[in-house]
């Protein structure tokens, strides 16, 4: 056992976790922090993947992430990981979009870019999935996200598929049709606040100020008040878009402003579901590691059941901490 | 006249060299246009005012969410890492090169790690690097220097090498030992080749340091470009692009000038360089 | 065929017993036998390639005998460059990143400051004194603060001989000093070389292809050639010391020895000779 | 002896050579089992075994979701971009080098803008290249000629020159006009500097190619580490890089020997380049 | 001063009026006037920086007169070297990557293909033997195969000399042909171009430091030199011709003419000219 009294928390730039930038930003971080006596650093990363590395070394206590990545990276480099907070699911934040007037079934036979192994690569297997076809009728274009908008614009990309602020971009310009998206698929696609489970287990106060701070900025950025859309221009502006365009990525998001839709969220038993078409996914793409012998090879651990292989369970979904939110226990 | 004898006249020169520009100008501004007619948000080739008001925007108001202005800010992060890791490429490339060139004994331990080294490309190895050094300030300039450290040590190596065997010789004669000609001989003569490696290899320190704001930074000239990419804001980009050579321009005609001055012996015997 | 007519008087200063120097198979110099007393001033003359320099290397340390040994003062020859020998090379003379005064004051600097090789203050100021008056010697004191490349080849020699003098070494080596030089710029040269030895009492050794100026310069002649050549394995035999005649101040030099140093030691010796260029 | 004489006999100095080497393999192996013991399935720093299984995985099984060969499918991918890119970048520069250097027009009107494009990081303006060259292999191979092409043209500019005026007065004498002495005069002469230049881009070359395939690709050496990126398969990505390694290795050793074949002329004066 | 000894039998080769030459305001040569026959040796000697390069530049076109004509068989002089004048230069003589029959064909590569400057067939046969004639005429039949860097300098400077040959120039320039040249090798130069010469009916200008060279092979001498110098401006005053004799085979070198080469121009001038090496 290992107390520690500083910790180091990662998050990239996406929707649904601007709000660690404002906490941050605003000192609600901090104040949580020292009401429990311990230093959080708040730290800001550009390459989504990059933080879910740095974490899976080591770098990091806490990071930010979808539960596909969670399973694929952390999970499957035997670092076992609790996922304290869910924030937020996408509810049409991620999309597959063609090139002209078509629909999802003129798909066949396309190149389509996106990020490779990715939550978007997920999100069109389930898409293709949805009109009988299987990826070997498409051929996926690994694309880094930096650069997936500007390679819209040229002719040689006719589908793509990508998460927000990408997709707005790229669906509004002329002539292109948004053919399916994560609202086909609602709580499918989840955004995370992982934390190691052995830092967790030695140091709960870390847990106990993150979920304080996030359900007060949940709390301070939800509304049409002048604090909140304050709130909100700060992380539009931290984005790189502004607070109409943060608004609309919003609208596209499953915001859990409040713990207990989390918490009924984490305890259903769609969640095993879910993470067992994940963990399948990922399987069959060799993402759960060259040990693995079948997609229940690493196990994962929710209120309503577990999914996979009881002796190695690596990631673990624990509504404790926001049930405590509810509770006012924080 | 042989067209290889005919040389233009002042006037003439000064037309040529800024008919290209000219010319780049002209195509830029019939694409924007005609790309603007046909959907007038286009972002991919913004219009001459859109770039006026993003200049406006970045460098002259202050931003609403830090109160910084942004272009400024970002200079000066990305300036400071920049010339850190230069910097110390530079004074690690004078050391090693000038020890490896003159000293057999070093030479056979450090050179074929140096050239190992250099044949690794440090774009390839970026997750490993994040991992040694995190991701705050050093492994950004060491990102740079991993890029361009090699380099410059082979450069002053080779340097080194190639002073004429005469002089050490005759440093020896009037009772030198290997310090003293390191430290009076030899180092003042190849810090003028130095300041010629570290213009030569100025691009490559831009390209990795860009390469390293991408992934782990909050301001820096690569950090905004990166953010901004993904919502196709060219009427940043190509200003923050240009900004960015005038920065690699300067930096170049100061270690030019520098040299000049410092070392007049130098520039006097080669007037080409 | 060693016909030295020097009187052996004292202890020789440099004494070459049976020293040959061979390259892996290629012999360069064999049988060389020499004894040189204190003061002497001996010219080194012979056929591009025949082994001349190899011969002054030896003497500098840098290169050693294969066989046989070279004695310094009855002491074997140390392994290395240092300050009893001054040498003055046809090129790279100077440092050219100090001026005229600060490359003469070097020496001194390397022997008063062993960690830094720089001197400050007093000690600087007596140094600079050293060093100007022995500018002055070689007729560079207006010189003193220009730039190497600043100055005229005749120039860059006499700042190399003052150089070398400073450290007031025992013996001088030099190669081909003036090869480089335009003629009336040579023979201001010899005059300087010629009153600085025998005001300084300097034992010099000195290579050239030019025969008069061996022959008016030294005291003492050493013309080194192949006796035997096999013209399929020419690197198969050594030059040696085929003359070794003292000088006086009236003399003529011998046709035969004229044709020696014209010929090139073999054609391929020719060649490589371009390319050292 | 002074340190700067004294000399490693030969096996000595083999054995400085590797010493680094072995220390760094140490290390390597004690760090990894320090991990190791601590999390069985760390991915951060692979024991040996894994390193060879993947190996194995990657160059001699066919992959299960293609049934290719991955590791020879992404090297025959990456090395017909690179060797394209530098091919192509190697003529325009030996073309547009000698141009601007023998014809003062020419060299009027785009020297200037050959250094403003040699200042500008290639990576800040992706997306202008996408738009102009699309996606596809076109787009990688660009990348990479722009990023070298100004460094080759800039030599060859100035190698050109510096050939000495007399063998172009001697040319002219001999009746030559301008395109003959191109021909036949500098052209030649130009040629080894050519390829000593490219020997140098090299790494740039494995850089931007690297960067270029992290952008868009489906397969390709950088391709592959930027995927295997995504779950830390370190097992993969070392010997990938290290694999890079030896290419660029065997790639500067092939054209140095070509090199000092074709051109004895040129290497018979200079040994040491 | 242009006390010209030499007798206006037909149409001169050159003839040069009143032709000064500056650059900015540094006045390098001043007043020339010069005619010249076909068939004239003509050595020019004069102190280093005194304006001889320059001159020969003016003859070969790639430098016009300030002022002042130039002509050459009556015509005003070409602005760019052609195949009427041949040059020979101290260094850089022949084209490294061309070995010696390839450099002597390239004149004739030049005229017979103008578009890619090379010949095949039985074209390059006949171009072929007339250059090993020439390589032949000048003793380097056996290095034919052989690069120029495997050439020692005096075989160099004879291919240099059989490469401008054969385009058979009017003129021959040379510009201190033999200067890096070591002394026996130089004597057989010598001959080399005496014979050429006669045989071949040429118009030479040879510059030459060697007072003595331009003296013995010259048929005609000319001395440049400052006749006025104003020592804080010596850029205000040009070299003239001071002196101009024509030479037969017995002749002494007078020593005021000697004292004048071995002087440099002015003290700016060595500088310079040492920057030049
Ligand atoms: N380090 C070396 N390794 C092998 N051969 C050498 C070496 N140094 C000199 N030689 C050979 O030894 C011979 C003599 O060379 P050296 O330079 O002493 O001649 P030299 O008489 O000084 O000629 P020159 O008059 O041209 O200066 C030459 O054939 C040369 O090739
Ligand atoms: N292009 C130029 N621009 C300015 N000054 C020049 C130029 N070329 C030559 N000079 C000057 O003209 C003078 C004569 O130079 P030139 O080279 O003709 O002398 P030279 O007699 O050939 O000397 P040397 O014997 O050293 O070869 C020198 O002072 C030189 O500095
Ligand atoms: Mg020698
Ligand atoms: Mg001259």
Redesign the pocket.
């Known amino acids: 056992a290992e107390t520690k009294s500083t910790f180091r928390l990662a998050w990239t730039i996406y929707v649904g976790w601007m709000p660690w930038d404002y906490g941050n930003a605003s000192g609600i971080v901090k104040k949580w922090a020292d009401k429990y006596d311990i230093d959080i650093e708040v730290v800001q990363v550009n390459d989504y993947v990059e933080s879910i590395n740095q974490y899976t070394a080591g770098g990091f206590d806490a990071t930010v992430m979808t539960n596909m990545d969670a399973l694929t990276i952390p999970a499957a480099s035997g670092v076992d990981s609790t996922a304290v907070i869910i924030g937020d699911f996408s509810n049409g934040n991620d999309g597959v979009v063609l090139k002209g007037d078509k629909t999802l079934a003129d798909i066949k036979g396309q190149n389509v870019n996106l990020v490779e192994l990715s939550v978007s690569h997920y999100l069109l297997a389930r898409a293709l999935d949805s009109v009988s076809l299987t990826e070997r009728d498409v051929r996926v274009v690994n694309t880094s996200d930096a650069d997936l908008v500007a390679a819209f614009t040229t002719d040689d990309v006719t589908s793509v598929t990508t998460w927000n602020p990408l997709l707005s971009e790229i669906t509004a310009m002329p002539n292109t049709s948004k053919v399916f998206d994560s609202s086909m698929v609602p709580g499918e696609i989840i955004d995370l606040l992982m934390i190691n489970t052995k830092t967790l287990a030695d140091n709960p106060k870390l847990a106990k100020a993150l979920t304080g701070a996030w359900y007060e900025i949940m709390g301070t950025m939800q509304g049409s008040s002048q604090q909140a859309i304050d709130a909100r221009t700060l992380m539009a502006e931290a984005s790189g878009t502004d607070l109409a365009g943060y608004d609309a990525q919003l609208a596209s998001t499953k915001m859990f402003f409040n713990a207990e839709d989390a918490v009924a969220f984490n305890n259903s038993a769609d969640l095993i579901n879910t993470m067992g078409k994940v963990a399948e996914f990922s399987f069959d793409h060799g993402l759960l590691g060259e040990g693995a012998a079948d997609a229940k090879f690493i196990g994962i651990e929710t209120p309503s059941g577990i999914y996979g292989d009881k002796q190695n369970i690596k990631l673990r979904f624990d509504p404790l901490y926001m049930q405590m939110a509810i509770d006012k226990k924080l | 006249m042989r067209l290889m004898n005919s040389k233009p006249s002042r006037l003439m020169r000064l037309a040529l060299n800024l008919l290209p520009f000219v010319i780049l100008l002209i195509i830029y501004t019939l694409a924007s246009d005609a790309r603007l007619l046909e959907n007038p948000s286009d972002k991919l080739l913004p219009s001459w005012s859109s770039f006026a008001d993003a200049i406006q925007r970045m460098a002259f108001e202050p931003s609403k969410r830090t109160g910084e202005y942004l272009l400024w800010v970002d200079t000066i992060s990305s300036l400071q890492r920049l010339l850190l890791g230069v910097g110390i490429s530079a004074l690690i490339g004078l050391v090693i090169g000038v020890a490896n060139g003159m000293l057999p004994l070093f030479r056979a331990t450090l050179s074929p790690l140096v050239t190992a080294i250099s044949l690794i490309p440090p774009m390839a190895i970026l997750p490993i690097l994040f991992i040694v050094f995190g991701l705050g300030e050093l492994s950004k300039v060491m990102l740079i220097i991993i890029g361009i450290c090699p380099i410059l040590i082979r450069d002053l190596q080779l340097r080194t090498q190639s002073l004429p065997v005469e002089q050490l010789l005759k440093a020896q004669t009037l009772g030198a030992n290997t310090w003293q000609i390191m430290l009076r001989v030899v180092l003042p003569q190849v810090l003028p080749p130095l300041l010629n490696a570290v213009r030569l290899t100025l691009g490559s320190a831009w390209l990795f340091l860009i390469a390293g704001e991408a992934i782990a930074a909050t301001e820096g000239l690569g950090y905004r470009i990166f953010l901004i990419r993904r919502y196709l804001a060219m009427d940043v980009i190509l200003p923050y692009v240009l900004w960015i050579a005038v920065l690699a321009f300067l930096m170049d005609t100061i270690l030019r000038l520098i040299s000049k001055r410092a070392f007049p012996w130098y520039h006097g015997k080669r007037g080409e360089e | 065929m060693n016909d030295s007519s020097v009187k052996k008087t004292s202890q020789p200063i440099i004494e070459i017993k049976q020293v040959w120097k061979e ?2 198979d ?1 012999i ?1 110099l064999e049988k060389l036998n020499l004894s040189v007393q204190p003061g002497e001033f001996v010219s080194i003359v ?10 002054l ?1 030896m003497l500098l340390g840098t290169e050693s005998p294969s066989r046989g040994t070279i004695l310094l003062d009855g002491q074997p020859m140390p392994a290395e460059p240092n300050e009893t020998r001054g040498i003055v090379f046809q090129k790279y003379s100077a440092f050219p990143h100090l001026n005229a005064l600060e490359n003469v004051m070097l020496g001194g600097e390397f022997s008063a400051s062993p960690l830094l090789g720089k001197v400050f203050g007093k000690q600087r100021e007596s140094l600079r004194e050293k060093a100007l008056d022995m500018l002055t010697a070689v007729g560079l004191a207006d010189a003193a603060m220009r730039y190497p490349n600043e100055l005229s080849g005749g120039m860059q020699q006499r700042l190399a001989i003052a150089q070398a003098l400073i450290k007031e070494p025992r013996i001088l080596l030099l ?2 000093p003036f090869g480089a030089l335009d003629p009336g710029i040579r023979k201001d040269m010899h005059k300087l070389i010629s009153e600085l030895w025998k005001k300084r009492g300097l034992t010099v050794f000195m ?1 050239t ?1 030019d025969l008069s100026e061996g022959f008016s310069l030294g005291s003492r002649i050493l013309v ?1 050639d192949k006796p035997r050549i096999d013209p399929h394995q020419p690197e198969r035999f050594g030059a040696q010391i085929v003359y070794d005649i003292a000088l006086n101040s009236e003399h003529v030099i011998p046709t035969s020895i004229q044709s020696l140093i014209d010929k090139q ?1 073999t054609a ?2 020719a060649v ?2 371009n390319t ?1 260029e």
């Open positions: 390259y892996g290629h360069v012979g056929a591009s390639g025949c082994g001349k320099t190899t011969f290397d190669d081909e290579i292809h080194l030691a391929k010796d490589q000779e050292h």
